[in-house]
């Protein structure tokens, strides 16, 4: 009787875990790689993209975008989104400034002005986070129906309460400590994005809560059997969403130096954008700071790019919708060869 060959099953698999080990340190070493062509292609056309202001500049925005794009990561790991995300910038810029305005016209000291516009700013944010999760865990009602309808509310309290038009009375204390700021020579906005950044990241990788977001993205079922009560982690993912668009509103009106009812704009799009172009899986279970971060650096490079090069808004917004759905596409496909 001829003896059984075993090495061959055993060599297969040795190579299918090649190729696999290999796809993912493609995968992985895709991004960085786009964003050094993008770069040099920009470069190619305008030289100033390259240039030490420039550079600068470019590591300012993505400071702002990284905030949006973790506080999108966070919702997106449970297999949700927020919508509404730019709508609530607007708002939390709208209120925080007519609240510091209130205050100077009171005669307050600028200190006590300050806190006024930072607890009027956060507490907006936290109620619209209160509000998406608690009617998304508690009445079981989609995050896509839940934060479009929430995105119209905050559209309408932030125009409501500026007439429209943009709120003046932001003091210069607001300015110089979220804007003009530095520490060691570097802008206040990349100092807070990093700080933020390395505290979620020990949240998300550290700490129960943040292991949780990973099981329920995954399998929400299992989650529940194994004990962590879905319904309150969901309210606080969405509350921890909001806080962070929060800080990033209050960020952003410190650097135009009034309320904007438009401040948020496009962020909605754009954070979603940074979030899945970083990696992050719109399935759930998949992605973190690193992600987020990476990401919102390749739409930044891309816009800026795109400005510098004449390229017009409109346009950039097809390219970003496009951007999405090839994100969404290659995660769907990364998910069947799984």
Same mark, same amino acid.
Do not use: W
């Given at each position: ?132 999760? =608690? /009617?998304?865990? @508690? *009445? ?5 129906? +839940?934060?479009? $309808?929430?995105?119209?509310?905050? %559209? !309408? ?37 990093? =700080? /933020?950044?390395? @505290? *979620? ?5 550290? +700490?129960?809560? $943040?292991?949780?977001?990973?099981? %329920? !993205? ?59 172009? !970083? ?60």
């Amino acid at each position: 009787m001829a003896d059984l060959d075993l090495s061959a099953p055993l060599a297969s698999s040795e190579s299918g875990a090649r190729v696999a080990s290999l796809r993912k340190v493609v995968f992985q070493a895709a991004l960085p790689i786009a964003l050094v062509v993008l770069i040099l292609a920009f470069a190619a056309v305008d030289r100033r993209v390259v240039s030490a202001a420039n550079l600068m500049n470019i590591a300012q925005q993505t400071g702002y975008l990284a905030l949006f794009a973790m506080a999108q990561t966070t919702v997106i790991l449970t297999r949700g989104f927020d919508l509404a995300l730019g709508p609530t910038v607007s708002m939390v810029s709208v209120g925080a400034a007519l609240a510091m305005a209130s205050a100077t016209t009171a005669h307050q000291e600028p200190s006590v002005v300050l806190l006024v516009g930072l607890g009027a700013g956060f507490a907006l944010g936290a109620a619209c986070g209160l509000f998406n999760g =608690a /009617v998304i865990a @508690l *009445l079981g009602v989609s995050p896509f129906v +839940t934060t479009l $309808g929430s995105y119209n509310i905050a %559209i !309408g309290i932030a125009t409501t309460l500026s007439s429209g038009r943009p709120v003046q009375g932001v003091p210069d204390l607001f300015t110089r400590l979220f804007y003009g700021g530095t520490v060691l020579g570097v802008p206040a906005a990349i100092v807070i994005a990093v =700080a /933020v950044g390395v @505290l *979620l990241h020990l949240m998300l990788k550290r +700490t129960v809560f $943040g292991r949780s977001l990973y099981l %329920i !993205g995954t399998n929400p079922r299992a989650a529940t059997v194994g004990g962590i009560p879905v319904r309150r982690m969901l309210v606080a993912t969405y509350l921890l969403c909001s806080g962070l668009s929060a800080l990033g509103a209050l960020m952003l009106t410190a650097r135009t130096g009034s309320g904007e009812p438009n401040l948020g704009g496009s962020l909605s799009l754009q954070a979603i954008a940074a979030a899945v172009v !970083g990696g992050t899986s719109l399935a759930g279970g998949k992605g973190g700071v690193g992600t987020a971060v990476l990401g919102a650096l390749f739409v930044t490079i891309l816009s800026n790019g795109m400005d510098l090069v004449g390229i017009g808004g409109y346009v950039q917004m097809v390219v970003l919708g496009a951007i999405v759905i090839a994100g969404v596409v290659l995660d769907r496909a990364r998910l069947e060869r799984r």
